[in-house]
């Protein structure tokens, strides 16, 4: 279920807009292709637009095109992401070290895609360690194969459980305004026959309440080095939810979603956007004509609501703060002595 790939002098991805009725691949060569890709989402969540802009970036070396307008231009396509800009910056030092050399930007884009495959894989069977027996799952948006790479973070959690034959149902958040459970999640799920219940957003309590989630597992679009998350609008309310129940709360997500030069929630740009996904759907107004609509893409779940966080590096557990920064500098450590 890889929604994009390189195609030698661009990228092919999937529509996800017009997902799950019609599956619709789209041809990215220009920068402008790229832009629109990621800033109208047709292709969505962390990893993925990280990708994507590596791609991007790669298209444009081989057409001998202007390198620091591409990463600026395409820096500015969404705010939150942390992915985005760390994908951009690996891209620039390629370039920066391999000057006049545009393959080497297309290997490096070619193993970043790669790379999120492989730290999917261990994202999933980290998380899947955590849990015994059967259980019922609540997740947020879509953090599956079509938010990355291939195979998925939170989904990815899920479909490793799911293959010891531990995962008795998942519920789905609908996930307003966007619909990316609706449509995405559930057709993942749904694809890969593991049992889904789509439900209204507001659902979720009514649930946990009655004892009927065992636990809930989202993405991530930025994580502080404090432990504070950025995720889609909606996720905050369902931690608050999760420690009024208690049901644990866990965040999945690779590493690169770590901002480790910012400390509070706080500080995570969110995005603002377009109050028509708000007051229209599919086209149709649902709202009366002229009302005010606020739309923030995102919302922040501070540290002290999250169980764990579960990356490719193993799962971290509170204090967030001394985990991030033990796990960072046991890696760096394991790099230098193999001379990477």
């Not at 070396?61 to 705010?79: F, M, S, Y």
């Not at 970043?112 to 027996?133: K, Y």
């Not at 953090?143 to 989904?155: K, R």
Request: charged fraction near 20%; include cysteine; proline fraction near 4%.
């Amino acid at each position: 279920m890889r929604p994009i790939d390189w195609i030698g002098d661009g990228a092919r991805l999937v529509d996800q807009r017009l997902l799950p009725h019609q599956e619709v691949w789209v041809t990215c060569r220009s920068l402008a292709d790229f832009e629109r890709a990621i800033r109208d989402m047709l292709i969505r969540g962390a990893p993925a637009i990280g990708i994507c802009a590596a791609y991007g970036l790669a298209s444009v070396a081989l057409q001998g095109g202007d390198l620091e307008e591409a990463c600026v231009r395409l820096a500015a396509t969404r705010p939150t992401a942390v992915n985005l800009f760390w994908a951009i910056e690996r891209m620039r030092k390629v370039w920066t070290n391999s000057p006049g050399q545009p393959e080497r930007l297309v290997q490096e884009a070619v193993a970043i895609h790669d790379q999120d495959v492989a730290m999917c894989r261990s994202i999933g069977e980290h998380g899947a360690d955590l849990f015994e027996g059967s259980v019922r799952l609540l997740t947020h948006c879509n953090a599956g194969a079509l938010a990355t790479g291939d195979y998925g973070t939170a989904l990815g959690v899920v479909r490793s459980l799911a293959k010891r034959n531990q995962v008795q149902w998942v519920w789905v958040d609908e996930t307003r305004p966007f619909l990316q459970g609706a449509r995405l999640t559930a057709f993942e799920l749904q694809r890969e026959q593991i049992p889904c219940r789509l439900i209204c957003d507001n659902m979720a309590g009514h649930f946990m309440q009655r004892k009927q989630v065992d636990a809930v597992i989202v993405g991530a679009d930025r994580i502080t080095r404090l432990g504070d998350v950025a995720n889609k609008i909606g996720t905050s309310t369902l931690a608050v939810l999760c420690k009024e129940y208690g049901v644990p709360f866990y965040v999945a997500a690779p590493w690169s979603t770590l901002d480790l030069a910012m400390d509070s929630g706080w500080d995570i740009p969110i995005e603002e956007r377009s109050s028509l996904e708000v007051s229209h759907h599919a086209g149709t107004a649902v709202a009366p004509e002229g009302v005010t609509v606020a739309n923030p893409a995102f919302d922040v779940t501070f540290h002290p609501y999250i169980t764990a966080i579960i990356t490719e590096r193993g799962v971290l557990r509170a204090p967030f703060a001394d985990g991030i920064r033990i796990m960072d500098q046991r890696d760096e450590v394991a790099l230098g002595q193999s001379g990477g």
